[in-house]
């Protein structure tokens, strides 16, 4: 009887210590899979920074220069340049998902991503389907002239015809654009023509777009003045993720200890 009951002793014990060791490694395991609140793995009720531990999803819209583009199979762009400090900052690695945005802010529920860099203006009416950051961009316009209208300072330029292409506008307040009779242009290589024909008189172009135009057309065109409009850019979350919170703070730091300047820089200064 004291040997069978010896016996069942050690089969209890061995079954102890197996699941023991069972749950050892299963929470070995869990370090291996997707992040927590605190990156670490741990199966807290906390919500889940990112998806991953070690990677940042950032899903993107490819196809807008100088935001984010494809250029020899590589994804590059103002945005990609952003998103790749701020997981250098979250100590993840950048893992850029193609994407096609359609601007209703639904984020696909069949795509895993964290956020989604895509040169985005933040809508408060889509407040419930998506969060969104500070703004990271706000769009520039250049106030442009040709070189030789001697027309050096904005005043000059009051009351007479200013060029901008259609939607753009909207981008500024009814306040700045009162003192120009605005003339809409559907192409930017027509709006140059006609303010080489003098149909117009100057023409506001967006940073973005007026750059490459200026530095190629090198004593062409005078720069009145860079003006900031009322376009900004949003980086988007899904509602309630906790990563928001971070990529401000995040953006915040970059733009103290100048890193954001060196990325804008390399992107939209204008060599003259």
């Known amino acids: 009887m004291m040997n069978k009951a010896i016996k069942i002793l050690k089969i209890s014990t061995f079954i102890s210590l197996s699941i023991i060791i069972i749950i050892i490694y299963a929470g ?10 605190n990156g670490s793995g741990d199966s807290g009720s906390e919500q889940k920074l990112t998806i991953y531990k070690t990677r940042l999803l950032v899903g993107s819209d490819t196809t807008y220069p100088p935001f984010e583009y494809l250029k020899d199979g590589k994804t590059i762009g103002f945005d990609i340049d952003i998103a790749s400090e701020i997981a250098r900052r979250l100590e993840r690695e950048l893992e850029i998902v193609p994407i096609t945005w359609d601007s209703t802010y639904d984020i696909p529920e069949d795509i895993r991503i964290d956020m989604i860099m895509s040169a985005v203006s933040g809508n408060e009416d889509k407040e419930e389907l998506a969060d969104f950051s500070d703004p990271y961009y706000i769009m520039e316009y250049m ?6 209208a001697k027309l050096i300072v904005m005043e000059d330029l009051k009351n007479k015809k200013i060029g901008m292409l259609t939607n753009n506008p909207e981008d500024f307040s009814a306040q700045y654009l009162k003192d120009f009779n605005i003339e809409t242009y559907n192409d930017v290589m027509q709006m140059i023509e006609g303010l080489k024909n003098k149909d117009i008189e100057g023409m506001l172009i967006s940073v973005p777009l007026g750059k490459n135009i200026i530095e190629e057309n ?3 065109f005078n720069i009145i003045e860079i003006v900031k409009s009322e376009r900004e850019y949003n980086i988007v979350f899904l509602e ?3 990563l928001k919170d971070e990529v401000n703070t995040i953006l915040k730091e970059m733009r103290q200890d100048g890193i954001y300047q060196e990325i804008y820089d390399k992107w939209f200064a204008i060599i003259r």
């Open 240 to 242: 309630g993720s906790p």
């Open 218 to 220: 090198n004593g062409l």
């Open 143 to 148: 106030l442009v002239t040709i070189s030789e």
């Open 28 to 37: 070995a395991l869990t370090g291996c899979g997707p992040a927590t609140s």
